[in-house]
């Protein structure tokens, strides 16, 4: 074997045990780390070593992962919203395709460029984006998800996107839930500014 072929293969097994440090996911700046240049890595890309996942991340077997362990390797500062939300909580019994995710607003929107899994974010401000967030588990990772009392505000505030059927079985669902929590629904509610819509929807029925 000549010298070449083996500094290559050591090169790729000193980046498969690198790639399985992290998760078979890693950042372009830490492939140079590994002394790998741009041309190195596009070629290892064609070649099929590597996997381009989105903007400055690579994977090795990352794409054969489940879309949970992605998602959560992939967003560790966003949250589940919306449909998505509720489909974890067990509101919803179908997945939604796309999956919603809140974030910091502050976030590089270059982060999302990717084709999959097929991500939606949502921009919100620092000061809401972790009111009522908590931490569940997924396969293999975790993942922030809303509160119930967070999604209901949230649904209403953002009614126009989505399916009336759907939220109208999911404010029933709310009222009949046993472990609801007014106080916190109408706390949520000053804070997202959907005081008037909790009263007028389901006001009648706390």
């Known amino acids: 074997m000549g010298k070449i072929q ?8 000193k980046l498969s045990q690198e790639m ?12 140079y780390e590994l002394s790998m240049d741009y041309r190195k890595i596009r070629q290892f890309v064609e070649e099929g070593i590597l996997e381009r996942i989105k903007s400055g991340y690579y994977g090795m ?15 560790p500062d966003g949250v589940l919203y919306l449909e998505t939300a509720l489909f974890y ?5 179908t997945k939604p395709v796309c999956w ?22 949502y921009y919100l401000e620092p000061d809401v984006l972790m009111l009522g967030a908590e931490k569940i588990s997924m396969e293999e990772g975790n993942m922030f998800v809303y509160n119930i009392e967070r999604l209901i ?7 126009e ?8 079985q999911l ?4 009222i009949e839930e046993p472990q609801k929590d007014i106080q916190k629904l109408l706390e949520y509610a000053r804070i997202r500014r959907v005081t008037q819509k909790i009263q007028n929807r389901i006001g009648v029925w706390l």
Request: glycine letters at 4%; aromatic letters at 8%.
């Open 6 to 13: 083996e500094k290559r293969e050591a090169l790729i097994e």
């Open 20 to 31: 399985e440090a992290n998760g078979g996911l890693m950042r372009t700046s830490q492939l």
């Open 61 to 75: 077997g990352f794409l054969r992962k489940s879309q949970e362990s992605m998602i959560s390797e992939l967003f």
């Open 89 to 93: 909580r067990g509101y919803l019994k």
């Open 100 to 121: 919603q995710i809140a974030v910091d607003k502050n976030t590089s929107k270059s982060r999302f460029k990717m084709n999959y899994p097929p991500v939606k974010p």
């Open 153 to 159: 505000c949230d649904c209403l505030k953002f009614e």
């Open 161 to 168: 996107k989505l399916d009336r059927t759907m939220l109208q």
């Open 171 to 174: 404010l029933r669902q709310y």
